[in-house]
């Protein structure tokens, strides 16, 4: 079966460290995208990617990187910096023809500890 | 700024009713408008998408209507189900959804049998 895969499925940070959340894709998509979801709001736009090793930054980056080595696979770090990491992290990926949805993973629940 | 803008809330139907979800957005640059479906612990799933060309589109019991002029698009349920529980994201787009989503803030929708 096609799809999109997340981990772990939750993760737990300590002040100062580096995490990094997974996420492949066996769909042959060209476009994948990182998403954090907060309570009560909706998903908010972190990075994305159209092409192997080229990405862009989203409505809210700071505190996070990526990395686009291989097609299937978009790796999420959420780094020392971001003060408010505790959410819950979604994937997703489309092709780069119209009228096409993004597919989700089924997310990575980050909390700090 | 939030430019989808979603209500309400949270919403309470009987069993065999209609849920109505609104949407209104600002830019007048998006061109594709999914609706995802969200149960919890997992990730979106998308439900109907429409283009602006189009005043309505149907599938099964989910129908989206789309009002240009006004920049809003609403999701009807027909005969709501207890399975319909869940959380429903409007979504818009450029470039024909080649672009990243934004979403509005969630609907939380609860039908009591």
């Known amino acids: 079966d096609g799809g999109i895969t997340q981990s772990p499925k939750y993760l737990f940070r300590k002040e100062g460290q580096n995490v990094t959340l997974s996420c492949e894709q066996n769909l042959n998509h060209d476009a994948m995208y990182w998403y954090r979801q907060d309570p009560g709001q909706g998903l908010r736009l972190i990075y994305y990617?159209?092409?192997?090793?080229?990405?862009q930054k989203g409505d809210i980056a700071e505190g996070y990187s990526v990395s686009r080595e291989k097609k299937e696979s978009f790796p999420l770090t959420v780094t020392s910096a971001q003060k408010n990491p505790t959410a819950f992290y979604l994937c997703?990926?489309?092709?780069?023809?119209?009228?096409?949805?993004?597919?989700f993973g089924d997310g990575t629940r980050l909390s700090i500890l | 700024q939030q430019q989808v803008k979603q209500s309400p809330q949270s919403l309470i139907v009987q069993k065999g009713g209609i849920s109505i979800i609104n949407c209104a957005y600002e830019?007048?640059?998006?061109?594709?408008f999914p609706w995802y479906q969200q149960f919890p612990g997992k990730g979106p799933a998308l439900l109907i998408a429409i283009r602006p060309d189009v005043s309505e589109k149907k599938e099964g019991r989910f129908t989206i209507s789309f009002n240009k002029s006004a920049k809003q698009f609403s999701l009807h349920i027909m005969d709501s189900q207890p399975g319909d529980s869940a959380t429903y994201f409007c979504a818009a787009s450029k470039d024909t959804g080649r672009r990243a989503l934004t979403f509005g803030s969630g609907t939380r929708l609860q039908v009591q049998p």
């Open positions: 990617s159209q092409i192997v090793n080229d990405f």
């Open positions: 830019n007048t640059a998006f061109d594709y």
């Open positions: 997703a990926s489309s092709t780069i023809q119209g009228d096409q949805p993004q597919h």
